[in-house]
């Protein structure tokens, strides 16, 4: 699996680690022992953000809730304003010991004649307005908000001032008025915004990152430690319009600030669950909110990463990806108890991703698909209909066809050119790919071109990327490194793709011209569709069906196949005596007058040893897909509960001493002594590349039939080595399948008479 944990920009960073240190912020908060006895505290708090949810409720307005809270826990309590702790008061007297220590009347009394005055004026004005503006009603339209601020503001100006600034008699120009009237209005306007780094002081780093706006800059930067003493039960004392509690949304919340609280709130809900079962040991390491994905985005590979901690804390552990819970196993004893008896079925569901979202029709990919009816309905498709030994049987000869193209190319361009070098990755993909594209759409599609390449490696690149919303499920929305925007995009590429090969498959049938012989697996399905199969249990359409099944069990073939192939060769290369002991045997079985024939690989039993030896080292994907527990069950002795992932660590089983000895030998001939009973299908737990159980990889025989006729094909036809003799580099890189790090460079020459190749 891949585990790339890619943060491309600082303030990318900055949100992703927003909840983390929100958490420890409020934890930290927490930790404050309380000297004295607080005022009772209302109920209905939320972690982080308090009661302010209750504030900014449509269904009551400020005084009232708290006017409600008043009847309930008396005429003094305590609230939670995100991080900060208020008081209310709902009881005169108190009000009246507040008002006494807080705010003495002496200097009130002195400017008393500077009020009246003001009010006399204003009258004084009414009268001259309703004398110069009189309707023939006798009367003259004063809007009164506005005339009450502008009374109160020369009341104001003139304390502080010395000068009114509103009116006939101001003592200042026009403009100068205007001017003051403006910024007295939006300092008001801005006092009554609600700030979320006021309630929780933290958010303040967003004004950094954001460069924010006129607001955040006016307000944001002040900050406020001692503790709130507020007078809001209006109800309760009286209607003064200055003191209402606004909390209004002209401030967009940044929605990071949102998902931030709304996720930790999340998670402490989600914790609050105990279970007195025994769990499986938790790895150390693990950070809050992230949980051990730091260990797994390093350099080291996460197969490895895993099998130190097993080391540590043994074959069954715990690990946290996330807001996922999940378990490793990496011993063959355990991974038997996870995919027999009862455990079976309990192991039968996939973690759900957002790569299966665009890149397998919404869960429509048997590979990808939750247990179910449909997934149960689909694979028995697939297993008696699409990949049973008769319908490989008779694809046999797509098989032989293509790699025998593949070799006559090779040998025309040696004839050609003296030599040939062949970069073995590049040319297992191609010829794969294109059997891979008879095997869906038959021999009537054109050739594979670059766009159809293009398509399929973006298909299993993204199929490998490890994105932080499926970890975090309330950062999604960030898409952070711009992964699903580039699945949806691939995935409508591939569906058109398959769309067109469909299309043309239906007007194939209709006009009666594939025979039973050719029939592809799109024939298959377009017949098995539409002849009453159990529709009830197919929740897509006809045309989703057939393009996911059909892509999901070609695709998953070639990806794997071209992986083990390219390991094969390295190993080879890297083991020159192994190579020729396989040549040897292809001389006695097959002889070099004749070319391999698919036939003739039952016979070939050390280049199968060969292929068992280089997938127990390098299988198609170290650890083994992920599934998920879909109820509580018992594994090692250890309650596993509903939900949690399971990754079985085949690179830990594959070099368990105990089972192999020499682990770390590539020595096909294991298989042929001490290991010979033991076969790649998942019966046998010390060897697991493709999975085991119900949920095992339904391809297993396509994908051996693949890779036993190419590498017997190739090694019979060339001599293989590598330009300067040197070892292959075997660094192992990142991505949905093991693939080799290093493009495989290799000379080819042929090694047959030339008219067996001119047979080819």
Not at 120 to 131: A, M, Q, Y
Request: proline share 5%; glycine share 6%; aromatic share 10%.
């Amino acid at each position: 699996m891949a585990m790339e944990f890619l943060f491309p920009h600082t303030s990318t960073v900055m949100a992703g680690l927003l909840p983390l240190l929100v958490l420890l912020y409020y934890f930290k908060g927490k930790s404050k022992a309380a000297k004295h006895i607080p005022p009772p505290e209302a109920g209905g708090a939320w972690p982080i953000i308090g009661h302010l949810h209750h504030l900014t409720s449509s269904d009551q307005l400020p005084h009232e809730y708290l006017g409600t809270m008043a009847d309930k826990y008396g005429p003094i309590f305590t609230i939670r304003v995100g991080l900060k702790r208020a008081v209310v008061v709902s009881n005169w007297q108190t009000a009246k010991i507040i008002s006494f220590e807080l705010l003495r009347s002496r200097r009130v009394k002195l400017l008393e004649h500077v009020r009246v005055s003001e009010t006399d004026d204003s009258i004084k004005e009414l009268h001259k307005l309703w004398v110069e503006a009189k309707t023939n009603s006798g009367y003259v339209l004063v809007e009164m908000k506005q005339w009450f601020a502008d009374l109160t503001m020369n009341v104001l100006v003139r304390m502080v001032a010395g000068k009114r600034y509103f009116g006939v008699a101001a003592d200042s120009d026009e403009e100068e008025g205007r001017r003051c009237q403006k910024a007295f209005r939006n300092f008001f306007h801005y006092v009554g915004l609600f700030l979320p780094a006021d309630a929780i002081p933290f958010f303040a780093l967003q004004v950094i990152m954001a460069r924010a706006d006129t607001t955040s800059v006016m307000l944001t930067w002040h900050t406020n430690q001692t503790t709130y003493l507020i007078n809001l039960s209006l109800l309760k004392l009286n209607h003064h319009p200055y003191m209402e509690f606004l909390l209004p949304s002209p401030i967009t919340l940044i929605p990071s600030i949102i998902i931030s609280f709304l996720f930790i709130y999340y998670l402490l809900r989600k914790n609050t669950t105990t279970t007195n079962e025994r769990a499986p040991p938790e790895a150390g390491g693990r950070w809050p909110i992230i949980g051990h994905l730091p260990l797994l985005a390093g350099r080291k590979l996460a197969h490895k990463v895993l099998g130190a901690l097993a080391d540590k804390h043994g074959p069954i552990f715990t690990i946290r990806l996330g807001a996922h819970r999940a378990i490793v196993v990496s011993n063959s004893e355990i991974a038997r108890e996870c995919f027999t008896g009862s455990n079976d079925k309990v192991f039968l569901n996939r973690p759900k991703s957002i790569a299966a979202v665009h890149l397998s029709h919404n869960y429509a990919n048997l590979g990808l698909s939750p247990y179910g009816p449909y997934w149960r309905e689909v694979r028995k498709i697939a297993m008696l209909e699409l990949l049973s030994n008769h319908r490989l049987a008779m694809l046999s000869h797509v098989l032989e066809s293509e790699v025998k193209n593949s070799v006559k190319e090779v040998y025309e361009k040696w004839v050609k050119e003296g030599s040939c070098l062949v970069e073995m990755k590049r040319w297992f993909e191609d010829m794969i790919l294109k059997l891979a594209v008879r095997l869906i759409a038959g021999n009537g599609q054109p050739e594979v071109d670059e766009g159809i390449r293009k398509a399929f490696r973006a298909f299993f690149e993204l199929m490998g990327v490890f994105t932080v919303g499926d970890a975090i499920p309330f950062l999604r929305w960030l898409d952070l490194g711009g992964y699903e925007k580039e699945m949806k995009r691939t995935g409508k590429k591939m569906d058109d793709l398959l769309q067109e090969w469909l299309d043309e498959h239906k007007r194939q049938k209709i006009s009666g011209e594939a025979a039973e012989a050719d029939k592809d697996f799109m024939d298959v399905m377009l017949e098995i569709l539409d002849g009453g199969t159990n529709n009830n249990a197919l929740k897509f359409d006809a045309d989703t069906v057939n393009k996911a099944t059909c892509q999901g069990l070609t695709l998953g073939v070639t990806d794997t196949t071209t992986t083990t192939l390219t390991w094969a060769v390295a190993l080879l290369l890297n083991n020159p005596h192994v190579l020729k002991k396989a040549q040897e045997e292809l001389d006695s079985q097959i002889g070099g007058q004749r070319q391999v024939k698919e036939s003739d690989i039952k016979n070939l039993v050390y280049i199968q040893a060969i292929v068992k030896e280089t997938l127990r080292l390098y299988p198609p994907t170290q650890l083994m897909p992920p599934r998920e527990s879909i109820e509580d069950c018992t594994v090692g002795g250890y309650h596993v509960p509903a939900g949690t992932t399971l990754f079985v660590n085949l690179w830990k089983i594959h070099h368990n001493p105990q089972l192999w000895p020499n682990p770390w030998v590539f020595r096909p001939e294991r298989f042929l002594t001490t290991h010979k009973d033991v076969d790649l299908r998942g019966k046998h737990f010390e060897l697991l590349p493709f999975g085991s159980g119900r949920r095992g990889c339904p391809g297993i025989s396509l994908g051996l039939q693949i890779v036993g006729f190419t590498l017997a094909s190739l090694v019979h036809a060339f001599e293989i080595a590598t330009p300067d003799n040197e070892p292959v580099d075997m660094t192992e890189s990142f991505g949905l399948t093991n693939v080799k790090a290093m493009p495989l460079e290799v000379v080819l020459t042929p090694r047959l008479p030339s008219r067996v190749y001119a047979g080819w």
